[in-house]
């Protein structure tokens, strides 16, 4: 489990310094493998005889359908469809952003260490893990400026939250896990169709043309 | 059975609004969808009002004294935005503005978007609450985005990049909510059960449950467009079609205040009232405070009312966070009134910037010339909106003003006022420019009654009776104010 733990953080930092979508997705594809072996793994470790089999592989399937199949999927086909092979343009270095990212590891172990996102009763050391990946997720945002890579983001982010609430909780109810796979892959959906549209009228999906709206 | 019809119905009648190849046939069927949802809702909210029990479903559906307001709300609301939709939408299709194919999608949508609205203050499961939200995001971008002009489209993505960012925060905050469940009570069953957890409440976690609510705060307070994560806001109500703001902006924002008030009566069942309190009464006054610049600089007149309203929400807030009676009520009160008068403000200014072919102040000169009967219905519901009596917000604030004087004397209520009173001056003197100012001299437009103008004065009845003739002794107002107090 440490190992695909490894694999889950390195591809979601090795995304802060790559500037090509389809690699970007191969990263997300690769964390959200790990994540899908990860809800059945962290459950089966610490619940022991408890262990519902039932409960962790209906939410790992579902990761894998949605996060490991669907959703990059739905990406790269839209990407292909933009023909946007150029780099996606940064607001920093690579290696600045990379640098960023290994701070932010370090602030998700103060963090975790210090008890603010979790309390000594179920606290696992998968929450440090979860906890980088939705601040790498917030700043991948950030760092890159284009639309497909927004959308990364946040399955980054969601990918580290699914992880904290596994190792937290060994898994949310079914029919809220249910739930926010449906909206994950219907929002993403919905952003895919506002990218083609943005695309269309600005001729660029750089989040930097859209700063008309102010004040 | 009746709340399961609520949501059933405008899932089944958005497939009967694909099938007609006429549009008007298209906006007869989802109107009438919504009339009957509103019936329904209407019905629920009479039998919990008059009954005084929880009308439950299957242990997901449930409707209480507390969802009841925001129930009538969308109900009103909804009622009014469909209706009204019909001439904006006929109106868009004359000026090329809206093709004749996007008519189908944008009332499914509409229907949707209703359908999640309702979702989202019926289930009494704090993760299907989360669920419906976030549902909401996604169908209302789509119609934020309506257009596909290059502003709408930048103001329906910032819309959907923001609050699915600011919703997942929720998200972490309900984990940890059910943490301290499996905690303190390893019962498994019916997890994050609203009515479950209040019960066990001073068994939860009290650490957990705190920080759960600053995620819950963050996260539900993006979508009520609470300061500073109100950005979203004036781009998503300034750039959508009329009805579409009117929902977004009287219904919408308080769908996350509904679900911040059940966080908020959890942790106090877990630990007292106090953080949460606090929390409410901070956000509160940071809305109303930093909200007053903008609307003071406004150029664009919907992103001046979408900036009203995220003062209006700091309003709300501080009333459910002052915790007495008259805060309470008041805030209860200025919840449904500003729904009801801000989108018939969305409305109607809709109806007027069409006109005038612009969004800014200085180019709406002489409505009252140029649109006489509209401009009387937005010159009623803008003098309600800036909190004018006789209609119901200025009972509403001042309440709550009553409230925040006796609660924490004379400094913090005096500061409250100034700031309603500052807002009320802008409100007038963006009147005057509008109102009286001449004609410009290429309008000869007069306009006639239509029915329109009848079903968008219905809204400024109601608030005048709000203002006149509620009082905190009528019964039903004030069953719902203990009911939420004693939750506190």
């Not at chain 2, 909210?45 to 409707?63: D, E, M, P, R, W």
């Not at chain 2, 868009?92 to 209703?114: A, C, G, Q, R």
């Not at chain 2, 963006?430 to 006639?448: A, C, I, T, V």
């Amino acid at each position: 489990m440490d190992f695909l733990s490894f694999i889950f953080l390195i591809s979601a930092l090795w995304m802060l310094q790559t500037r090509n979508v389809t690699k970007s997705v191969y990263l997300l594809i690769l964390q959200s493998l790990s994540l899908s072996i990860l809800m059945i793994g962290i459950p089966m470790i610490s619940l022991g005889y408890d262990f519902n089999l039932f409960h962790s592989a209906i939410a790992a399937i579902l990761t894998f359908c949605v996060k490991v199949v669907f959703l990059p999927f739905i990406i790269l086909r839209v990407n292909k469809k933009l023909r946007s092979n150029d780099l996606v343009p940064m607001n920093m270095s690579q290696g600045l952003s990379l640098l960023i990212g290994i701070f932010l590891i370090g602030f998700s172990q103060v963090l975790n260490s210090s008890g603010f996102f979790s309390t000594s009763h179920l606290s696992s050391g998968y929450s440090f893990f979860a906890i980088s990946s939705i601040l790498i997720g917030c700043f991948y945002m950030l760092s890159h400026r284009a639309l497909l890579c927004q959308i990364i983001g946040i399955i980054v982010m969601e990918n580290g939250i699914f992880l904290y609430s596994v190792s937290l909780t060994n898994g949310m109810p079914l029919i809220f896990e249910f739930g926010t796979f449906f909206d994950l892959l219907v929002g993403v959906l919905v952003m895919g169709i506002m990218t083609n549209y943005i695309h269309g009228l600005f001729e660029s999906t750089d989040t930097e043309n859209l700063t008309e709206l102010k004040g | 059975m009746i709340l399961l019809f609520i949501v059933l119905i405008p899932i089944i009648f958005s497939f009967f609004c694909v099938l007609p190849k006429q549009t008007k046939i298209t906006q007869w069927i989802a109107s009438c969808a919504i009339v009957l949802m509103s019936l329904l809702a209407f019905i629920s909210c009479f039998y919990v009002l008059t009954s005084g029990k929880i009308l439950f479903l299957s242990n997901i559906f449930a409707i209480d004294l507390l969802s009841v307001p925001f129930v009538l709300v969308i109900a009103i609301v909804s009622l009014i935005c469909s209706i009204s939709s019909i001439g904006y939408v006929n109106r868009d299709i004359e000026i090329n503005e809206m093709k004749k194919s996007y008519v189908k999608p944008f009332y499914v949508l509409l229907l949707l978007f209703v359908c999640t609205m309702y979702l989202s203050v019926l289930c009494q499961n704090l993760g299907l609450i989360w669920v419906s939200i976030e549902a909401t995001t996604v169908i209302s971008a789509l119609l934020v985005g309506f257009y596909r002009k290059r502003a709408s489209l930048e103001a329906a993505w910032k819309y959907i990049i923001l609050c699915t960012v600011g919703i997942a925060f929720a998200l972490v905050g309900l984990i940890l909510i059910y943490q301290a469940e499996q905690i303190s009570l390893f019962n498994g069953v019916e997890t994050l059960n609203w009515f479950k957890l209040i019960s066990y409440g001073k068994n939860l976690d009290p650490n957990l449950m705190k920080i759960s609510f600053i995620f819950i705060m963050v996260g539900y307070g993006t979508k009520a467009g609470i300061f500073p994560m109100h950005t979203w806001l004036p781009d998503a109500h300034g750039q959508s079609p009329a009805p579409i703001s009117a929902l977004l902006s009287g219904v919408l924002l308080n769908c996350a205040v509904y679900a911040i008030l059940r966080h908020h009566l959890l942790l106090s069942s877990a630990v007292g009232s106090g953080f949460s309190s606090n929390l409410l009464l901070g956000f509160g006054a940071l809305s109303m405070i930093f909200s007053v610049p903008f609307i003071l600089t406004q150029r664009d007149i919907k992103r001046l009312f979408a900036y009203s309203s995220v003062e209006h929400m700091g309003i709300i807030l501080i009333g459910f966070g002052l915790g007495n009676f008259f805060g309470v009520l008041g805030a209860i009160l200025h919840m449904f009134n500003h729904s009801i008068g801000k989108s018939t403000l969305f409305l109607s200014t809709g109806s007027i910037v069409k006109r005038y072919g612009s969004n800014n102040i200085a180019r709406l000169k002489g409505i009252g010339q140029t649109k006489p009967i509209t401009s009387i219905i937005f010159l009623c519901v803008l003098l309600a909106i800036a909190g004018s009596p006789p209609f119901g917000l200025f009972l509403s604030e001042m309440y709550i003003a009553y409230a925040i004087f006796q609660k924490f004397g004379f400094f913090p209520g005096i500061v409250y006022l100034t700031l309603i009173a500052t807002v009320f001056a802008a409100f007038m003197y963006y009147l005057g420019k509008m109102y009286f100012s001449n004609q410009r001299p290429d309008f000869k437009f007069k306009e006639r009654i239509g029915l329109q103008h009848i079903f968008l004065s219905i809204p400024i009845i109601i608030l005048i009776i709000t203002g006149c003739f509620l009082t905190p002794s009528i019964n039903i107002i004030s069953k719902i104010v203990e009911y939420f107090m004693r939750g506190i």
